[in-house]
């Protein structure tokens, strides 16, 4: 079966919001055995959207679309799909009524204009949304599907989970796509690509190679008539990769440092805190993105580069530029871990401008981790450019913590 996917609002178009909805469903679709024709990005425009919801039908099974579901006069997507099918919308009493309660259950009396969001059309059915307030539909008409969905991810995502896929599954049938992602860090992505140069250029499986900002990512695509064949495919590929790149491999799939690190820290019952005179934060901010961090995370300091002097680590009179060193990283880690009381403290310090010692645009970053009876040193050389510097500090921080502990 083949699928589009409609992504609706002028806030998207006007590149106020990034589409993170589309690439989400994206993803889920393969494995269902669905592949997707298109994407799309359609303002608040009732013609436009009626052109580009027929164009896609015309071409697709499924057309799913996120946005456009709320009460505003903007809000246009049931009013397109009720004229793409050609049938009229009627206010659903029941539907209402969830919709008052839900107000005053929130201490709130429901605005008359939420009354639209209770309309549905014969071919259509409700998708009950706990989430918001905005129901979705599921319209079934001459053997094609519409699917309507909320725009809010916190919304989009779970209904998806919950309700959409597991029906989905049900009804298609055909290819099934599998998908592995192996996520290493330590080795060039020329490198990689010389030692699994058996691997690349097969188109089933296929290999991808990809530069991320925490390492290389090794991507597996496997096509079967069944899921089971196309395991059988992709486990073979996956093996061999896995027993040449063990020693730099950190994560899978939907992993991220910090919940690599998260999961080791409260397997070994261990804590950690840092000391960040690089990245302005972006450490901790990716720690503390784990809901359970407080179990493991003690907290931190955040200075400039100059600003090493807290807890006695330099004094006024030390140069700058002779801060910015590894060992200086080694005694930031060994002091925050003092200070915070615990079992591990992790020091950052680096150059945000390129090095006077290269001739190009580089900058010299220190890492260094210490625990209770080990002392992990990590010097590297990024691109001197802000944000990649703070980004490849904290996210290197973070996967040489997860692979000390692994």
Avoid at 41 to 56: F, K, N, P
Avoid at 193 to 201: M, Q, S
Avoid at 239 to 262: F, M, N, R, V
Avoid at 265 to 277: E, G, H, I, K
Wanted: glycine share 8%; net charge negative; hydrophobic share 35%.
């Amino acid at each position: 079966m083949k699928a589009d996917i409609l992504s609706i609002g002028h806030e998207l178009l006007m590149g106020e919001l990034t589409d993170s909805n589309a690439a989400w469903i994206a993803t889920r679709l393969p494995r269902l055995g669905i592949s997707l024709n298109q994407i799309s990005i359609v303002g608040d425009d009732i013609h436009r959207l009626v052109e580009t919801m027929s164009l896609a039908l015309s071409r697709s099974d499924i057309v799913i679309t996120t946005g456009g579901l709320g009460p505003t006069q903007d809000d246009l997507t049931r009013e397109a799909v009720a004229q793409v099918l050609e049938e009229k919308p009627s206010v659903q009493v029941e539907i209402v009524k969830q919709l008052e309660e839900y107000f005053q259950s929130r201490g709130q009396v429901m605005p008359k204009t939420n009354i639209k969001q209770a309309q549905l059309i014969p071919s259509a059915q409700f998708i009950p949304n706990k989430y918001g307030t905005a129901p979705g539909w599921w319209s079934e008409k001459h053997g094609k599907t519409i699917i309507n969905l909320p725009g809010p991810p916190g919304e989009m995502n779970p209904l998806w989970l919950e309700q959409i896929e597991p029906q989905l599954r049900q009804k298609t049938t055909g290819e099934i796509t599998i998908t592995r992602t192996i996520k290493t860090l330590g080795m060039s992505e020329g490198r990689i690509d010389e030692i699994l140069t058996e691997h690349f250029g097969q188109i089933n499986p296929y290999l991808g190679i990809y530069s991320k900002q925490d390492g290389i990512h090794l991507r597996i695509i496997s096509k079967g008539d069944t899921e089971k064949e196309a395991l059988d495919l992709l486990t073979p590929m996956e093996k061999s990769i896995t027993s040449q790149l063990s020693e730099y491999i950190w994560g899978y799939d939907t992993d991220t440092p910090a919940q690599s690190c998260y999961q080791l820290l409260r397997q070994q019952n261990l804590t950690v805190s840092t000391w960040d005179a690089c990245t302005g934060g972006m450490l901790s901010d990716l720690i503390t993105q784990i809901p359970s961090h407080d179990v493991f995370y003690k907290g931190g300091l955040i200075t400039g580069q100059a600003d090493t002097e807290h807890l006695g680590l330099h004094d006024n009179n030390v140069p700058a530029d002779a801060r910015i060193n590894q060992q200086t990283a080694t005694d930031m880690a060994k002091l925050i871990k003092k200070e915070m009381g615990s079992d591990l403290g992790i020091g950052i310090i680096g150059e945000t401008e390129p090095s006077n010692n290269t001739t190009v645009q580089s900058a010299n970053l220190h890492i260094s981790i210490v625990g209770p009876n080990t002392i992990s040193e990590i010097p590297i050389n990024v691109p001197a450019r802000r944000i990649t510097i703070k980004r490849r500090a904290a996210n290197t921080a973070l996967i040489e913590l997860a692979k000390l502990l692994g």
